[in-house]
């Protein structure tokens, strides 16, 4: 079946460590995105690559890293700079067109720094 | 600022009725809206979408409006179901700058039996 796959489900980590999230998709997208959730809030964009090799910041980027490697690869590091870590993190990906597209989301990642 | 608006936090409809989802822009250069639907621990999942050379689409029992001079849309749900229950994000882009979508707050309906 073709998705997009995010791992581990729960996460925990210590304060002052940094952490990495998988994300893998096989539906042959050019672009992956990944998202934070906060309560009460919309999906915010970290950052997102349209192609392998490149990416972009988004609206929120401070504190984490991305590759991107491989075109069905898009992991995320949480560094030890991001101030408030605790969220949920959603990986997205789409193809590319004109119109934009829908992106097709993982099921998350829940991450808890103490 | 908050460039995609979902005023509503939550809304309460009663199973067989309409349910009827707002969400309000700023920015006059999006031209392709989506609607998703998230249950909770899972990742968004997409329901409908509309470009802005539309003022209307319809998928089953969704349906999606868009007034382009308010900077407005709505989804309708109907008949509204209890499986419908779920947060609903509207999202919103500019077609000709790439893939990125700008999201809003969510709503949270709850469809009661």
């Known amino acids: 079946d073709g998705g997009i796959t995010q791992s581990p489900k729960y996460l925990f980590r210590k304060e002052g460590q940094n952490v990495t999230l998988s994300c893998e998709q096989n539906l042959n997208h050019d672009a992956m995105y990944w998202y934070r959730q906060d309560p009460g809030q919309g999906l915010r964009l970290i950052y997102y690559?349209?192609?392998?090799?490149?990416?972009q910041k988004g609206d929120i980027a401070e504190g984490y890293s991305v590759s991107r490697e491989k075109k069905e690869s898009f992991p995320l590091t949480v560094t030890s700079a991001q101030k408030n870590p605790t969220a949920f993190y959603l990986c997205?990906?789409?193809?590319?067109?004109?119109?934009?597209?829908?992106?097709?989301f993982g099921p998350g990642t829940r991450l808890t720094v103490t | 600022d908050q460039q995609v608006k979902q005023n509503s936090p939550s809304l309460s409809v009663q199973e067989g009725r309409i349910s009827i989802l707002n969400c309000d822009y700023t920015n006059s250069m999006f031209d392709y809206f989506l609607w998703y639907k998230k249950y909770p621990a899972e990742g968004p999942t997409f329901l409908i979408s509309i470009s802005s050379i539309k003022d209307k689409n319809e998928d089953g029992r969704f349906t999606v409006f868009l007034n382009k001079s308010a900077k407005h849309l709505s989804l309708h749900i109907v008949p509204s179901q209890p499986g419908d229950s779920a947060v609903y994000f509207c999202?919103?882009?500019?077609?000709?700058?790439?893939?990125?979508?700008?999201f809003g707050p969510g709503t949270r309906l709850s469809v009661l039996p």
């Open positions: 690559s349209q192609i392998v090799n490149d990416f």
């Open positions: 997205a990906s789409s193809t590319i067109r004109d119109p934009a597209y829908e992106q097709y």
């Open positions: 999202a919103a882009s500019v077609s000709n700058y790439g893939q990125n979508f700008v």
